[in-house]
T-cell receptor
């Protein structure tokens, strides 16, 4: 079954404690991206990756890092989380940026206290 | 800067009625997407529109694209309660995808 898997689904952490949200897809997609969803703001792109070792900033990259060492994985790293990073995060993948639907993970609800 | 505006942001409508959600974007784009999100769930792809005049239909939903007007519409025909959800349009340009804020649709029985 084609899917994008995020872990964890829920996470409560404290300010400043480094964390990683994992994302894995089994469709051999080149393009992967991370979004955050906040009430009234819709989804905003954090980072995206066109392929292995190719990443670029989206609209709201501050406070986040990513890596793409393997095609299937695209982890999101928060080196020093702050309360304003409390949000719902989605990972998505697609075979190319144009013309093909994106598959979304189930989401990770992060709370930073 | 690419901006995407949806309207309305909230819509409450009766079953059996027709309505249209509008998605305007500010600069030229390669492609336009429509997604559905149920409460507490992830996003589900509905349509991808790639060219001017493109029209796609699935059940009671029909999406169209006018690239000259930089406008896409999502038309709902004879709404049913199961269509209650939040609908997002998203516009792609180069390698980025920008989402609208979403339209929360509530269909009353």
């Amino acid at each position: 079954e084609a899917q994008v898997t995020q872990n964890p689904r829920y996470l409560i952490t404290v300010t400043g404690k480094k964390l990683t949200v994992t994302c894995s897809q089994n469709m051999n997609h080149e393009y992967m991206s991370w979004y955050r969803q906040d009430p009234g703001l819709g989804l905003r792109q954090i980072y995206y990756s066109m392929n292995v070792e190719v990443t670029d900033k989206g609209d709201v990259p501050e406070g986040y890092k990513v890596s793409r060492k393997e095609k299937r994985n695209f982890p999101l790293i928060l080196e020093s989380p702050s309360p304003n990073q409390t949000s719902l995060y989605f990972c998505a993948s697609s075979s190319k940026t144009g013309g093909v639907e994106a598959f979304f993970g189930q989401g990770t609800r992060l709370t930073v206290v | 800067e690419l901006k995407v505006e949806q309207n309305p942001l909230f819509l409450s409508m009766q079953e059996g009625k027709n309505y249209t959600i509008y998605c305007n974007y500010s600069t030229t784009s390669d492609r336009l997407y429509w997604y559905r999100q149920d409460p507490g769930k992830s996003l589900e792809s509905l349509f991808v529109l790639l060219s001017n005049g493109a029209v796609k239909q699935e059940g009671r939903l029909m999406a169209s694209l006018d690239t000259k007007a930089r406008l896409s519409t999502l038309h709902i025909t004879a709404a049913v309660h199961d269509l209650s959800a939040t609908y997002f349009c998203a516009v792609g340009r180069d390698d980025k995808i920008i989402f609208g804020k979403g339209t929360r649709l509530h269909i009353l029985p």
